[in-house]
């Protein structure tokens, strides 16, 4: 059984006080701190930070080796960004000691990843966008949890994560579909008592492994 990881985005903390808002999300209950790194393509946005990236090696320079060296344990990049680069950027994340996963937005299809998760250096982690990539605080997508059950049913232990919408009132649809591993930036961060919304988020998925 794949265990649930519950992953405040920070994309929804206080900027200004980073590394004191990862820490209080850590003693609130998170397994994981998710930091988005948007490339003005595949997440545009008004985002409050954008990083331009003008060529491959330019977004490998500014983000993996850095990541790596600063301590992240997963690095996940959009299929859609890298169509003809992922072996050496799976390759890449995995010299840097971090664990590589791919995302898909909502327009592209699930059958996009197998060929990353059947190679002979597979990702290890598939991360299914439930709004389209930019910000935090949109409607959560019921439709792309056709993809979870897909994926869930092909791979019973890989991690399948959602980002996007996700909620005390969205989080049994993605749990029942089999997801694991929950991105939530406004319902934790907005919450009087975070911790209370993480222990419900990580109930959600435990309950449903139980029954599936
Ligand atoms: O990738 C994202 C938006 O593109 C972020 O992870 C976003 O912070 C999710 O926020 P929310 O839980 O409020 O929907
Ligand atoms: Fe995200």
Same mark, same amino acid.
């Given at each position: 059984?794949? #265990? /649930? ?32 790194? $948007?490339?003005?393509?595949? &997440? %545009?946005? @008004? ?18 080796? /850095?990541?790596?060296?600063? &301590? ?7 299929? *859609? ?16 000691? $971090?664990? /590589?996963?791919?995302?898909? #937005?909502? &327009? ?5 990843? %197998? ?15 439930? !709004? *389209? ?7 959560? $997508? ?12 092909? %791979? ?5 994560? !959602?980002? @996007? &919408? ?36 990580? #109930? ?9």
């Amino acid at each position: 059984m794949v #265990k /649930p990881k519950i992953a405040p985005s920070m994309l929804s903390s206080d900027f200004a006080n980073l590394a004191s808002e990862a820490e209080r999300m850590l003693r609130c209950g998170a397994d994981w701190l998710h930091m988005d790194i $948007m490339d003005g393509y595949v &997440g %545009y946005s @008004g985002s409050r930070h954008i990083w331009i990236a003008t060529s491959w090696s330019q977004i490998l320079l500014i983000t993996v080796e /850095p990541l790596g060296k600063a &301590g992240a344990s997963g690095f996940t990049f959009h299929v *859609e960004a890298s169509k003809d680069n992922w072996k050496e950027l799976v390759q890449l994340i995995k010299s840097k000691g $971090m664990t /590589p996963g791919v995302s898909l #937005k909502p &327009g592209t299809p699930i059958e996009d990843v %197998y060929p990353l998760l059947e190679d002979e250096n597979p990702v290890e982690l598939v991360l299914v966008m439930t !709004v *389209e990539p930019g910000f935090g605080g949109q409607k959560f $997508m019921p439709e792309m949890m056709d993809k979870v059950r897909t994926l869930r049913k092909k %791979y019973p232990s890989l991690d399948i994560e !959602v980002d @996007g &919408g996700l909620g005390p009132s969205t989080i049994d649809m993605a749990a029942s579909a089999g997801a694991n591993c929950i991105v939530a930036g406004s319902s934790v961060f907005g919450a009087s008592d975070p911790a209370q919304v993480i222990t419900l988020l990580r #109930k959600s998925v435990e309950d449903s492994q139980k029954t599936n």
